[in-house]
């Protein structure tokens, strides 16, 4: 049986809830298209798309009535990316809802003026996206949860967890630009936790063929999987390959911890989804999209699986359970 911990998730509405001047009529009845763009594929687990449509329905977004979708996803093919962006501007849509900096990066190769709303990204300002994060300018505005602070954050976690790990293998897209961001920050952290890096790239699905090995024969201590829509969309995989290797692995997402995994740590991504949510309606009311601050999480959930541990002979300290926002037995 799971046993739950949560404590209360608060994120940083204010600027989100704050509508601009001019922005507060109700939805008409004009039919609004909003475009989605992902480069995952329609399962893939970071996908939120229900708190997303449930915060615009609080707003008076009707799907079907006020309001129509269109979905692009690129399956994990970036290069396919610019031209399902191209679709969805043909469509005439009004927004275009992205998930992750390679989607973001690619509505903005083909359009300068229909609005871009991240539902998640990495680090916009490091990525190029934006110009600031209080006014990020151009056609583009959403919700970040600044990754590469994170990864570093999740090593120095998995350290207090398991103090004995001397090699961790990290799992990333070097397509992804936010990726590499990310990994030379654990690299960082690793020096000052005497820990090793080794660097797992992985471009496309197949790739996860020659790097699953290196979980099960032993030669690291444990695994790290940096944020990736083509990652995610593969990450179960890498649940898999850790229990039999008998390593622990450390995930952006709950529900791979659920599944198996063995920790996590990140923002809670449905509020992330319900944060883009409220800047559509301000987009979709009037508001420039340059005009809204980026919005951020403030508070992080530890999810760790006790079960998992065991599993592993490990014996997680009782510090460190406390601090955990949900424990898994």
């Known amino acids: 049986m799971n046993r739950l911990h949560r404590r209360a998730f608060v994120t940083g509405l204010g600027a989100a809830l704050a509508a601009p001047g001019g922005v507060d009529a109700q939805p008409g009845d004009k039919v609004r298209p909003v475009g989605f763009l992902f480069s995952s594929t329609r399962s893939s687990p970071s996908i939120q798309i229900e708190p997303f449509k449930q915060s615009l329905r609080e707003r008076g977004w009707i799907e079907g009535q006020n309001l129509t979708s269109a979905y692009r996803y690129a399956d994990g093919h970036y290069e396919r990316l610019p031209t399902l962006a191209r679709e969805l501007v043909n469509l005439g849509v009004d927004v275009i809802v992205t998930d992750g900096t390679p989607p973001t990066r690619a509505a903005m190769q083909v359009t300068k003026t229909v609005p871009i709303v991240m539902a998640t990204t990495g680090d916009p300002v490091a990525a190029g996206l934006v110009s600031g994060l209080a006014r990020p300018g151009g056609n583009v505005t959403g919700a970040s949860f600044?990754?590469?602070?994170?990864?570093?954050?999740r090593l120095e976690l998995l350290k207090d967890a398991v103090p004995q790990i001397a090699r961790v293998a990290v799992v990333y897209n070097p397509l992804n630009p936010i990726d590499e961001h990310s990994v030379v920050a654990i690299?960082?952290?690793?020096?000052v936790q005497h820990v090793r890096i080794e660097r797992l790239a992985v471009r496309a699905a197949a790739d996860f063929e020659a790097v699953l090995p290196v979980l099960t024969r032993q030669r690291v201590d444990a695994v790290m999987v940096v944020e990736d829509p083509m990652i995610q969309s593969q990450s179960l995989r890498v649940v898999e390959a850790a229990l039999r290797?008998?390593?622990?692995?450390?995930?952006?997402?709950?529900?791979?911890?659920?599944a198996g995994g063995f920790m996590?740590?990140?923002?809670?991504?449905?509020?992330?989804?319900?944060?883009?949510?409220?800047?559509?309606?301000?987009?979709?009311?009037?508001?420039?999209?340059?005009?809204?601050?980026?919005?951020?999480?403030?508070t992080f959930e530890l999810v760790i699986n006790i079960k998992t541990a065991k599993a592993l002979g490990l014996t997680i300290p009782p510090s460190l359970l406390l601090?955990?926002?949900q424990v898994i037995e």
């Open 264 to 298: 996590s740590y990140a923002p809670n991504r449905p509020d992330l989804w319900r944060q883009a949510a409220l800047l559509t309606d301000k987009i979709l009311r009037g508001a420039k999209p340059g005009d809204l601050p980026i919005e951020r999480p403030t």
């Open 187 to 191: 690299e960082v952290t690793a020096k």
């Open 146 to 153: 600044f990754v590469s602070e994170i990864n570093a954050k």
């Open 245 to 258: 290797g008998r390593v622990p692995a450390v995930f952006g997402l709950s529900s791979l911890v659920a």
């Open 323 to 325: 601090r955990a926002d």
